[in-house]
């Protein structure tokens, strides 16, 4: 995979071994941001962590994770998981630093990635779960035409204990 421009500085690259230590200094950094609504978050406390899990992404050639990058720094994370061949679908999944919300990256970052998941993985669904509570990241899906599948009662424990249902979304090509 090659480096996708989003627009601006902004930009998806190709998750590399060596982002592990950035990635862990914002989940360290961020807990207060990302912790309710990312299970990882609360048992992320050394950064080889962080190695072992960019390692067992980079070995899944089926589903592709990228760093979103705003010009050389970190802005976040994205990429597919839960591929699956024989009904071609896919889901997205993603996060980003609490000071790039709100400019468009993450919207940008996942309409990259449909059209990849479409011309060049050929995929003939994609999915994306949020849970219910969490506005920002619902809206992302419903900027860019996925519909709304269904709910799942309680989809996904967080670290807090508290179960939340989860926004299934679904965008067909």
């Known amino acids: 995979m090659k480096t996708i421009p ?6 998806l690259r190709p998750l590399r071994d060596g982002d592990a230590a950035e990635i862990f200094a914002v989940i ?5 941001h990302l912790g309710p609504w990312l299970p990882f978050v609360a048992e992320t406390h050394r950064v080889e962590q962080t190695r072992e899990v960019v390692a067992s992404m980079r070995a899944d050639a089926s589903a592709p994770v990228f760093t979103i990058r705003d010009g ?8 597919f998981k839960s591929a699956d061949l024989r009904s071609r679908s896919i889901e997205i999944g993603y996060w980003l630093r609490e000071e790039q919300q709100g400019k468009g990256v993450m919207t940008a970052a996942v309409r990259a990635l ?20 969490n506005g920002p990241s619902n809206r992302i899906p419903q900027r860019l035409g996925f519909r709304l ?17 989860l926004n299934i979304y679904i965008l067909e090509g």
């Open 114 to 133: 449909c059209r990849l998941a479409f011309a060049e993985l050929g995929m003939h669904r994609i999915f994306i779960r949020c849970a219910t509570g």
């Open 6 to 11: 989003l627009f601006g500085p902004y930009a």
């Open 149 to 165: 599948d269904r709910v799942e009662p309680r989809g996904e424990r967080l670290s807090d204990g508290r179960w939340v249902d």
């Open 28 to 32: 360290d950094t961020q807990r207060a």
């Open 72 to 79: 050389d720094a970190f802005a976040g994370l994205i990429g």
